[in-house]
């Protein structure tokens, strides 16, 4: 590879790594910018005239930490409960059903497992540019996910994960297809200009494509530390949450990372320990009063702990006969570092509109 090619991979690389961390702040652009570079990635490798070797695998790892970090940007950003709670059933039964379809192989797990979720979130960030999600409650917002499920996430998982067809390859073997699928978006098209459109309601605001400003009770971080040390609990349902999605996504990497050979029990048991040690000092801290004002700064630090600790973990096993794939654990230290201090900072967010709502009902 060329120092050309080198360039390029990096960029594409980096990009995907990158740009995700910008859907908290602007949900909309980031996972719209994502789920592009998802979509190309592969053909720009290729008018290099590079296929990276086991990409696939690099490809799926990185759809799953995209769609991870759009799931926690809506503890965030989403002011509408019903909404965030719809997006979690649907990002964690995707998660579930990937980590069935790699540990099984059957595919028919992708499209019974379908990614919701994704064309969800979207659609609930399209309407919020212009207007309140409020408005509207469960009813609307489980429709909406019904009929993102049946009538586009079906057709399209059953298109590539069953019947295994390319679109271009279709369009090329059969022009008339090219030309069905246009004549289809047109009159979709023209049906929402002329029939939907006009029955929206008035906006509530000009285009906004920034998340919504926090709530003044935990717009800082001292303020969520004080939240997190008079409501969190070491054993609750927000430490299964977090280390179920850690565990599962790490789970999920360990199996389709070139190189990785780890049993999946061991991995998930391994995150959870990590998880529930990181939620302890996370407590100790806040209960105390410490906390770090910058988002990166909690991360750097809880990256720098995680990692004297699985150093510490490689010597107890050097001195005992066993091997720590370093390389390997300390990707992963990373990537639970990342999602746990985004998970902790957030989700006291979206339990203090929990606990309002409910002092309000």
């Avoid at 990096?10 to 996972?31: C, E, K, S, Y």
């Avoid at 790892?61 to 649907?90: K, S």
């Avoid at 049946?150 to 030309?179: M, N, R, S, Y």
């Avoid at 299964?240 to 389709?256: I, M, T």
Wanted: aromatic residues 14%; glycine residues 6%; hydrophobic residues 55%.
């Amino acid at each position: 590879m060329h120092g050309g090619v080198l360039a390029v991979f990096i960029v594409v690389v980096a990009a995907r790594l990158l740009v995700p961390l910008t859907i908290p702040r602007w949900p909309l652009p980031g996972i719209v910018a994502s789920l592009v570079l998802d979509a190309v990635d592969h053909s720009v490798f290729q008018a290099f005239g590079y296929d990276p070797p086991e990409y696939q695998s690099y490809d799926k790892a990185m759809d799953v930490y995209y769609l991870a970090v759009a799931y926690l940007a809506t503890l965030r950003n989403w002011r509408t409960l019903p909404a965030v709670e719809i997006g979690r059933f649907l990002y964690f039964y995707r998660l579930v059903g990937v980590v069935a379809f790699e540990l099984a192989q059957v595919r028919a797990l992708l499209l019974v497992f379908a990614n919701t979720f994704e064309y969800f979130f979207i659609a609930y960030e399209v309407v919020r540019t212009r207007w309140d999600p409020q408005r509207s409650g469960w009813r609307t917002w489980l429709w909406v996910a019904a009929v993102i499920w049946i009538g586009v996430k079906l057709p399209q998982e059953w298109w590539i994960h069953i019947a295994q067809l390319d679109f271009t390859d279709a369009v090329t073997d059969h022009p008339w297809f090219g030309a069905l699928v246009l004549a289809a978006l047109a009159a979709a098209t023209l049906v929402g200009w002329l029939l939907v459109w006009p029955r929206t309601p008035p906006a509530d605001w000009s285009l906004r494509l920034s998340a919504d400003r926090l709530p003044e009770q935990v717009d800082s971080a001292a303020e969520v530390a004080a939240w997190t040390a008079t409501s969190g609990r070491l054993l609750s349902w927000v430490t299964a949450e977090k280390v179920l999605l850690v565990g599962l996504l790490c789970v999920l990497f360990a199996q389709v990372l070139p190189g990785v050979d780890a049993d999946p029990t061991a991995v998930f048991v391994g995150v959870a320990v990590f998880v529930a040690v990181n939620a302890a000092i996370t407590l100790a801290a806040h209960r105390r009063a410490r906390s770090l004002e910058s988002l990166a700064a909690t991360f750097l630090v809880r990256t720098a702990a995680n990692v004297v600790l699985v150093v510490a973990e490689g010597q107890v096993l050097g001195h005992i006969g066993g091997h720590l794939p370093y390389a390997h654990t300390l990707f992963f230290v990373v990537l639970l570092s990342m999602l746990t201090t985004m998970h902790e900072r957030w989700h006291p967010v979206y339990d203090w509109r929990r606990t309002q709502r409910q002092a309000g009902s």
